[in-house]
Structures are given as structure tokens and as C-alpha cells.
């Protein structure tokens, strides 16, 4: 989270090396998606590009999660960052458009729920406080953190979340709500985290969620709020209780999905995933922007997979609540 980005591309950016001779022109490889997976591959990509200089070139976008599929499967890119599953309809978008692909998973994610520091209320919340917040039946309705438990103020409740094309809205309505995709609609939502932590940070009857590592990167100007679920102890997010099991239902895994002709026939394509995955770099990039790595049997997996080409996604349900590292390998496990 605190590098400095090579290259990220935008709906108005204008490509760097836009004006360079045909005879010169740099093979590249275009990702979009998810803001949440955007800090990993941003990283990985930095690297890359550092040790390929004048050989290859990475664009990273960020338009969400759903976002980022709606240009993978039409071909628009060749790499997509996702933080939850592809959906069926999404498999399907690409299934018509010739699109095969290749899931590739490379980290584990907490989502943290957070308030202002200055809200002193707040010691917890359990699932079902969540609920009552989130459900579609809360809009027009609770308004006031006396409403969410008798023993908080009455003070107004304003509510900040990633917008409905992110896989952190659809993971945390699902685990949350019940539901993926449903929740009320009154609520300020963004693709763009850091306009999530700055209204959180500025408003301090404020509650809002986004991944981990962007509440790490601003942990001095937000308070993370520890979750009660299934009537257990509460839990903070963090690296540690990601990674044993114990910050549930909100921690999931993340990936990358490439596509198989991109991979067969761009060479920048095949080397950047193939860096990307290799154990020892994905496992301290991971951390370093402040994730959760997974071991490394879990990206040796993750190569093979990719090397022997193979297509389709794991997780054909969707997104799985309460995903552990032990159940993310036996998915990996192709026979």
C-alpha cells in the first residue's frame, strides 16, 4: 500500500508509451477489477516491470470486481482481479464470448468493519447488529445507532460501502444480509476504498467496511470494530485471525483470473503470471501490502494449475462464507 504505482490505468488515462514507434512497441498486459486484489497486483506488477524494463508493460485498472468481468469476458483484458468468485452468470457472459479461463487464487482477505475514532460506543457488533444495519428492509428505517442496540446514543447513523459492481459488497451481503447483492441502498458507496476511509474518517457517527489492508494502511484515522459471530468472543481483523479461521464470517479468499488465449499467445502475459505466482515473492508481496499470504503449497498449486491450463472455477456456487486456508487447498487440488 505505500509504493509508488508504475502504471494505473483509468477510464481517461492516456496510455504511457502511447507515442512510441511501431518497431518499439512494448508487448502489455492488461488487467482490470478488483480495488481490494488492485494493492497485490499493483506490487507484483511494480516488480515486474522493475525487472522486465523495456520489455514488458502492465496496466492496472480499477473498476470493481463485477466491473473487471464485464471487460474480462468480452476480451477486453487478460488478466482480472477479483475478490470473490466469478459468478455463473459472469462464467457464462464468457462461455458465449469464447473466453476461458483460468482462477488462480493468491491471498486471503479479511474485511474490516469500522467507525470513526471518535465514536466510543462501539465495542463490538454481532452478526445480527450488522444485519439490522445492512438488510434491505434497514433503508428509510434505522437511521440512529439507538436503534441498533438500546445502550448506544442517539446519534444519526451514516453508513459508507463499496459499490454494488465490488465482490467485497457481494462477499459481505452474502455473509452478512444472507444474500449476495441484497442490502439497503441508502448508503454511500464507492469502487474507490479511500474515498470509503475518508468519509469514515470525517464523519464520526460513521460505519463502514472495505478490505484489510486499506483499514491497516489508515488504522490512525479509523477504529476497527471487533465482530461477534454465532454468539462467540469478539474478534478484530487482522492478519493473524484471517489466517487461523477466527475472524469469521468476514474473511475470504482472493484471486486472479487469466484468461487461457492471453496466456497461450502473449508472452508478457505467461511471464507475468508465472512471476506473479511464484512462492517466496507472492508470499512477502502479499504481506507487504497487508494480506494474508497463503502457504506456499497453496501457489505452487496455484502454478501448476495455471502451467497445466486448467480451466473453470472451483468455487461453481459462488462465494463461500467462512473459506479456510485447509479448504481453499483442497479446492486447488486438481486431479
Not at 491471498?107 to 444495519?133: R, Y
Not at 445507532?145 to 459492481?165: E, Y
Request: negative net charge; charged residues 25%; aromatic residues 10%.
Amino acid at each position: 500500500m505505500g509504493r509508488t504505482p508504475i502504471l494505473m490505468v483509468c477510464a481517461a488515462a492516456a496510455p504511457l508509451f502511447a507515442n512510441l514507434p511501431a518497431a518499439h512497441a512494448i508487448e502489455t498486459v492488461h488487467i482490470d477489477g478488483s480495488s481490494t486484489v488492485f494493492p497485490i497486483t499493483e506490487a507484483v506488477a511494480e516488480d515486474f516491470q522493475a525487472e522486465k524494463r523495456g520489455t514488458y508493460r502492465v496496466t492496472v485498472g480499477v473498476s470493481g470486481t463485477g466491473g473487471g468481468f464485464k471487460k474480462f469476458c468480452r476480451g477486453d483484458t487478460d488478466i482480472s482481479d477479483a475478490s470473490r468468485p466469478i459468478k455463473k452468470s459472469e462464467r457464462e457472459r464468457c462461455a458465449k464470448n469464447g473466453i476461458a479461463f483460468i482462477e488462480l487464487p493468491v491471498a486471503l482477505d479479511a474485511l474490516a468493519v469500522v467507525v470513526n475514532p471518535g465514536n466510543t460506543w462501539v465495542d463490538h457488533l454481532t452478526v445480527a447488529e450488522l444485519k439490522t444495519i445492512w438488510e434491505p428492509a434497514a433503508q428509510g428505517k434505522i437511521d440512529n445507532w439507538h436503534q441498533v442496540r438500546a445502550s448506544f446514543p442517539d446519534r444519526p447513523l451514516t453508513l459508507f460501502g463499496p459499490g454494488v459492481d465490488s465482490g467485497t459488497y457481494d462477499y459481505f451481503t452474502k455473509a452478512i444480509v444472507g444474500k449476495e447483492h441484497e442490502s439497503r441502498g441508502d448508503f454511500t458507496a464507492s469502487e474507490d476504498d479511500n474515498i470509503l476511509v475518508q468519509g469514515v474518517a470525517g464523519d464520526v457517527n460513521a460505519l463502514g467496511f472495505f478490505g484489510l489492508a486499506y483499514y491497516t494502511e489508515n488504522r490512525d484515522r479509523l477504529k476497527a470494530v471487533p465482530i461477534v459471530y454465532k454468539g462467540g468472543t469478539p474478534v478484530l481483523p487482522s492478519v493473524e485471525t484471517a489466517a487461523t479461521g477466527s475472524y469469521q464470517p468476514l474473511s475470504r479468499p482472493i484471486f486472479i483470473y487469466v484468461s487461457k488465449h492471453a496466456a497461450e499467445t502473449k508472452e508478457a502475459v505467461d511471464a507475468f503470471v508465472r512471476f506473479y505466482l511464484e512462492p517466496e515473492r507472492a508470499r512477502s508481496l502479499v504481506a507487504e501490502v497487508g494480506y494474508v499470504p497463503l502457504p506456499r503449497e497453496a501457489y505452487e498449486l496455484a502454478l501448476k494449475n495455471y502451467v497445466n491450463r486448467h480451466t473453470g472455477s472451483a468455487f461453481t456456487g459462488g462465494s463461500k462464507i467462512g473459506v479456510s486456508i485447509t479448504d481453499l487447498l483442497a479446492a486447488e487440488k486438481i486431479d
